[in-house]
């Protein structure tokens, strides 16, 4: 008998859970916003901060509002410094409605600063913000200090040809000192410069292949009539590189493709603690190079020491950009370390070195920028070279 009761119980429990329901009315307007706070120190430099106020998710248009009129003190080592000041800046979004109908929304994107702080490596700098009606909130960040980087090698191959042209690669192998005893968060960044004969771009143009670069080579390199000019083209925004070295296989890779790992830029240290490592990595070519002719390729590269915080907000951030709209993927929170509030307060150092494949510069060479080229172009110079 007593089973019997227990089971009924049980079954009428179950019951009432799964039959009740409760209608909770949610208002937008009653959330209270948090203070953001993003800013990072950068060793040798002043510094620059946004303070914006949250906003809810069901607010659909792109944009943050700064907070004008908030106090910002920096702290050095636990010694008050400054207190920053704010630089306003008034910025439009444009929401673009039905049948062609753009809505301007003028909204301010100020930030707060001071040029006269230089940040000093190994420092630990806090930031303290306060504004009426919002929580007060704090966040700081030690400054890493600069990795050693050396023997910066470049090589540049032809890889493949194919019905779409010549592809290109541009081979690289560096070496980094790790520190010993430390855990090191990096980011590796590369910049290439052409230096490209002028008859080599006019010869392209004339036959129709719009400049050069690998997708204009098709078939066999295009003939060219050499002049005494070389044209500098500069790729402003970071190369994307990829490599096979099983430094950069620990899960902060975007994408695993024919044995090679296609980067964020993001590494740690996690397989070379205290070494002295030389790892090799490649990046994609854009134009035939002929050092005979004084023709060059120039990469430039940067390694940030990255404060742990920062390396952790640009990891999730990556990592939310992709799962946002998986609706099968696991949501992933942006990192944060702002105390009260929102947002990334960190830090970074950097180590810069370059190199070349050619030479640069030749004696009876004269070099253009890619503005003074196209300029050449308009002008109606450009065939009279």
């Not at 000019?229 to 490599?243: A, F, G, K, R």
């Not at 397989?271 to 004084?294: M, Q």
């Not at 030479?359 to 172009?377: A, C, H, L, N, S």
Request: aromatic fraction near 16%; charged fraction near 25%.
């Amino acid at each position: 008998m007593r089973i019997i009761i227990k089971n009924t119980f049980i079954i009428a429990l179950v019951f009432v859970l799964f039959s009740c329901e409760k209608t909770i009315e949610f208002d937008k307007d009653d959330i209270k916003p948090k203070i953001v706070v993003n800013a990072v120190a950068i060793a040798g430099q002043g510094i620059v901060a946004k303070v914006e106020k949250s906003r809810s998710v069901l607010f659909r248009d792109n944009y943050f509002e700064a907070i004008p009129d908030a106090k910002v003190l920096l702290y050095e080592n636990g010694t008050f410094l400054k207190q920053l000041e704010y630089k306003s800046v008034i910025d439009t979004f444009r929401k673009y409605l039905e049948y062609g109908v753009e809505k301007k929304i003028h909204f301010e994107n100020g930030n707060y600063f001071d040029t006269s702080v230089k940040i000093k490596e190994g420092a630990t700098y806090k930031l303290e913000v306060t504004r009426d009606g919002f929580d007060p909130v704090w966040c700081e960040t030690t400054v890493p200090k600069p990795v050693d980087i050396s023997d910066f090698t470049i090589a540049y191959e032809k890889v493949k040809v194919d019905d779409y042209g010549m592809d290109y690669q541009i081979n690289m192998s560096l070496k980094i000192n790790d520190r010993v005893s430390e855990d090191n968060f990096y980011s590796l960044d590369s910049y290439v410069t052409y230096g490209i004969e002028l008859g080599y771009l006019r010869s392209a143009v004339n036959n129709g292949y719009g400049g050069g670069g690998s997708y204009g080579n098709q078939g066999s390199p295009q003939p060219f009539s050499q002049t005494d000019t070389i044209v500098e083209q500069s790729n402003y925004y970071s190369n994307s590189w990829y490599s096979s070295d099983p430094m950069f296989n620990e899960g902060d890779a975007m994408e695993v493709f024919d044995d090679y790992i296609y980067s964020n830029g993001l590494f740690t240290d996690e397989l070379i603690n205290g070494k002295n490592y030389t790892f090799t990595f490649a990046s994609r070519g854009n134009f035939e190079i002929h050092t005979d002719v004084g023709e060059y390729v120039q990469v430039y590269i940067s390694i940030d020491n990255l404060s742990k915080g920062l390396y952790l907000y640009f990891r999730s951030r990556e990592e939310h950009a992709y799962a946002k709209d998986d609706p099968f993927a696991e949501p992933v929170p942006v990192y944060s370390n702002v105390v009260g509030g929102l947002g990334i307060f960190g830090s970074r150092s950097n180590s810069f070195i370059d190199g070349f494949f050619g030479e640069f510069p030749v004696d009876g060479k004269t070099y253009i920028d890619e503005q003074t080229y196209r300029e050449m172009q308009n002008s109606g110079r450009y065939e009279s070279q």
